[in-house]
């Protein structure tokens, strides 16, 4: 209703107003829930990428630690996801090259409770999460004490894959320049590192060209068995971890994907995940699309997101003697 000279009175503004800001709020709840349907990554297809072959009679064997888990759905983990619980394992990998022991990851540490408090609160309250041994724990039980450990190769930094560095004190821990930079000024992502104090750090450069597609590569131990390769956008510096042993190639990818229907499908995360995780998504989106063909042209390649437990169980396990 306008007043007598038609100018609009203060209530009919106050209305105007509310009905603007609800349909602003409509409009990005449907973004939001949008964001969740299924929707496949564009995957090109410039040609076949096969994996080069890794150093004969060099036996690397793998065996996984569970050190805790979280619970979340699956629409979280990625675009198409249902309604039902996943569990999102803390695992820690072993390797067991004849030149020395490697973690990839460290799980939680046995102090995690207090670790998962410094967190974000929005992730806490979209998970629940539980405990087990950590790493250290479980390695000793094996007879394996810190100092026998060649070191700690951290796939990226967030809290979850760095925990367990509490409890091995004086591991080297291996990262490249970018994810050193961002455990110094990533902010609350990287805070847990900070907290952990002087950790024995040790830089590697990517010294190698292009591997499987990706732009460069570092070769852990010279020979070909263990090949590291940047594939930053959930954190700077993430990497993935090419292993070879006997006539399977692994690719632990880290945080890329959370669940290997990530990969297969291929599909991202939905929005409100990635834009509390990812720094960059579009560079996720290329390197999911990548691995994606990468697994469809090599059949001896298994992909490992760090958290999809269903595919960590499928690996051999540390079994006490
Ligand atoms: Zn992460």
Same mark, same amino acid.
């Given at each position: ?14 209305? &105007? ?23 496949? @990554?564009?995957?090109? =297809? ?39 619980? !996943? ?11 004849? !030149? ?17 408090? %410094?967190?974000?609160?929005?992730? !806490?309250?979209?998970?629940?999460? =539980? ?5 250290? @724990? ?9 100092? =026998? ?7 990226? &930094? ?6 367990? *560095?509490?409890? *091995? ?9 970018? #994810?050193?930079?961002?455990? #110094?000024?990533?902010? #609350?992502?990287? &805070? ?23 732009? %460069?590569?570092?070769? /852990?131990?010279?020979?070909?068995? /263990? ?29 890329? &994907? ?6 297969? @499908? ?18 996720? !989106? ?30 051999? =396990?540390?079994?006490?003697?």
């Amino acid at each position: 209703m306008l007043g007598r000279r038609g100018v609009a009175q203060p209530d009919q503004k106050g209305e &105007a107003v509310m009905k603007k800001t609800l349909l602003v709020l409509l409009l990005l709840l449907g973004a939001l829930l949008w964001s969740f349907l299924p929707q496949r @990554l564009d995957v090109p =297809q410039p040609g076949v990428i096969t994996l080069p072959p890794g150093p004969a009679g060099v036996p690397v064997q793998l065996a996984v630690m569970h050190t805790g888990s979280m619970q979340a759905k699956a629409f979280f983990a990625y675009r198409g996801g249902g309604l039902e619980d !996943r569990e999102f394992g803390m695992d820690v990998v072993l390797l067991k090259h004849p !030149r020395g022991l490697l973690l990839i990851d460290a799980g939680f540490a046995s102090a995690w409770p207090q670790h998962l408090a %410094a967190t974000p609160a929005l992730l !806490r309250t979209l998970s629940r999460t =539980q405990g087990g041994e950590s790493a250290a @724990l479980q390695l000793a039980k094996v007879g394996i004490q810190p100092p =026998q450990l060649a070191g700690v190769l951290l796939t990226h &930094a967030h809290w979850d894959h760095v925990s367990g *560095l509490a409890d *091995l004190p004086g591991v080297p821990v291996l990262v490249n320049a970018e #994810e050193k930079h961002f455990i #110094e000024h990533g902010g #609350e992502m990287s &805070a847990l590192a900070r907290s952990l104090g002087k950790l024995n750090y040790q830089l590697y450069d990517f010294e190698h060209g292009p591997y499987a597609g990706f732009a %460069a590569s570092h070769d /852990v131990f010279g020979d070909g068995s /263990v090949i590291v390769v940047p594939a930053g956008g959930h954190t700077p510096g993430s990497v993935i971890v090419f292993v070879h042993s006997g006539a399977r190639v692994y690719a632990f990818i880290g945080d890329l &994907a959370w669940q290997h229907e990530g990969v297969d @499908l291929p599909a991202e995360r939905p929005w409100l995940a990635r834009s509390i995780v990812d720094v960059n998504p579009a560079t996720v !989106r290329a390197d999911l699309a990548q691995l994606h063909r990468l697994a469809a042209a090599n059949p001896q390649l298994l992909i490992v997101p760090a958290h999809d437990h269903r595919v960590m169980q499928t690996l051999p =396990q540390l079994a006490a003697p």
